[in-house]
Structure formats: structure tokens, C-alpha cells
């Protein structure tokens, strides 16, 4: 049987124009007295794009392996590895406590470290809880279940994490034009702090990466992760300048993972094999 070829552009490309079109679609709508919850299901639906677009090139592929594969990442709680998922949090708990901690010896404030009362943002009424969650899971369906696979089927597993951060970060774009998001509220505060979130999601795609390979390519343990990076940026009440700072320390610490990780992350005995 002949082996299955991955095709990262056309998926790539899939993604974007199907989320950028209803995001789009919501940014005019948004803007409208007349939006009634439509802009609410428009980014929706742009966020379900990627995990649709995965489900459906698997879905209709002839491969019998890409299929298996793909239910294996979604519900082989048998390849999650507890104390790596642990050490992520662990981890990242520790990226916020240096950064506030950095911050508050350049005079923020120490109430950072405290929970906040509410969510930042809320879209046509929706959940914030409930948008981060939808986000978490659906993303992860979508990347993990296809995307990530796609581009490292063709090389190392350090070269993937830095295209697939970029396009991540490019993905949320239109996000920042669309009244209510958490990215609509950065352009209110300024420029710096758009380019800030835009530069902080390529380390984290490292980070991701890790979480994924070292779970034996779960999509499960990215979802996991995922959740928890959400909710901490959004629960602690870090200030503006000090997610500045954060992203520096995620660079280090993604310098760091790469540095402990380096077999992982250069070797290319995987290329071609990633459904065995």
C-alpha cells in the first residue's frame, strides 16, 4: 500500500481562507446595530475552520493509517504521559511567577498575583469561559490532528515549531479587528501590545510541540496544555507590560526545552514515518 503524502500548503491554505472569511464576515457585522449574535457564530465558525478542514482531509483520504492515527491522538488516553503534562504547567506557572515577579521590580504592581474577578473580553454574549474552552479543544483538533503532522512529515521538529508559530500567530489576525475579543482590546491599548501577542505565539509553538511529541503526539495532552495557557493569561492578573515581559521569558524557556531537548527536536528519523 502506498504510503500517505501529507499536504501542508493545501491545508494551510484551506484554514485561513475559510476562518479569515467568516472573521472577516464578523468584523463587518460586529460593527452593525443589527449584529443580534451573527458576528458571535461567524467566529465560530472561523474558529472551527482548521479542525474541520483536519476531520474532513482525513476523513476523505483513502489512507486506512491516517485515519487510525488520527483516532489514536483523540482518544489513546493510554499515550498521555501525566508527569510531561505536569512539568508543562508546572513550567508555565513558573514563565507567569518570573514575570510578574521581573515586573514588579520595575514597580507593577504585586497584586498580580491574584485572581481576577472576570474575564477581559465577551463576544455577542458568549461565555468567555466557554469561548476559551471551544478554543482550546476545536484548535488542538485542528493542528494537532492534522496541521502539525503535516509540516513535519518534511522535516525536523524544530524547523516545524518555527513556520507553525508563525502561522499560528498570523491565523488570529482579523481577531484584532473584531469588537469584544481579547485581541480587539490590545488595539485599544496600542500597537506594541498587538505585535506583543503576534511575537509571543511563535515560542509557544516550541512549547506546544514539546507537549505533543513527548505525549507520544497527542492531541489530548495539547488540549490539556492548552486550556491551562488560556486560562492562566486570562485568571492572573497580569498588566499589559508584564505579558510584555512574559514573552521574553517564553523565548528562554523555549530556548531552554530546545537546549534539554535537542534529540527531539533535530532528529529527522520521523520524516516520512509519523504513521509508522
Not at 509571543?200 to 509553538?205: A, E, F, I, L, T
Not at 513527548?214 to 495557557?229: D, E
Not at 493569561?233 to 510584555?244: D, G, L, S, V
Request: glycine share 6%.
Amino acid at each position: 500500500m502506498e504510503r500517505y503524502k501529507y499536504r501542508p500548503v493545501r491545508f494551510y491554505v484551506t484554514c485561513f481562507l475559510t476562518t479569515w472569511i467568516f472573521w472577516i464576515g464578523a468584523v463587518v457585522i460586529s460593527k452593525s446595530e443589527d449584529d443580534n449574535g451573527i458576528s458571535s457564530l461567524l467566529m465560530l465558525f472561523g474558529l472551527m475552520a482548521p479542525a474541520v478542514t483536519a476531520i474532513v482531509t482525513v476523513m476523505t483520504s483513502r489512507s486506512k493509517e491516517l485515519k487510525e492515527d488520527f483516532k489514536r491522538k483523540l482518544i489513546g488516553f493510554y499515550r498521555i504521559k501525566p508527569m510531561s503534562i505536569l512539568m508543562a504547567i508546572v513550567g508555565f506557572m513558573a514563565i507567569v511567577g518570573i514575570s510578574i515577579s521581573i515586573s514588579i521590580a520595575f514597580g507593577q504592581s504585586a497584586e498580580q498575583f491574584a485572581f481576577t474577578e472576570d474575564f477581559s473580553f465577551s463576544v455577542g454574549g458568549t461565555s468567555a469561559l466557554l469561548t476559551i474552552l471551544l478554543a482550546a479543544v476545536i484548535e488542538e483538533v485542528g493542528w494537532r490532528g492534522y496541521g502539525e503532522d503535516s509540516v513535519a512529515s518534511y522535516c525536523s521538529w524544530f524547523k516545524e515549531s518555527i513556520i507553525f508559530g508563525i502561522v499560528w500567530a498570523l491565523w488570529h489576525v482579523p481577531l484584532f479587528w473584531i469588537e469584544g475579543t481579547y485581541h480587539y482590546g490590545l488595539t485599544q491599548l496600542g500597537i506594541l501590545y498587538v505585535l506583543n501577542f503576534l511575537i509571543s505565539v511563535m515560542p509557544m509553538g516550541f512549547l506546544t510541540t514539546w507537549v505533543y511529541v513527548k505525549n507520544n503526539r497527542s492531541m489530548l495532552a495539547c488540549i490539556i496544555f492548552h486550556l491551562f495557557i488560556n486560562t492562566m493569561q486570562e485568571k492572573i492578573a497580569m498588566t499589559p507590560e508584564t505579558k510584555c515581559i512574559e514573552t521574553i521569558v517564553v523565548f528562554a524557556a523555549a530556548a531552554l526545552i530546545v537546549l534539554t531537548n535537542r534529540e527531539m527536536f533535530f532528529e529527522k528519523d520521523h520524516i516520512g514515518r509519523l504513521l509508522g
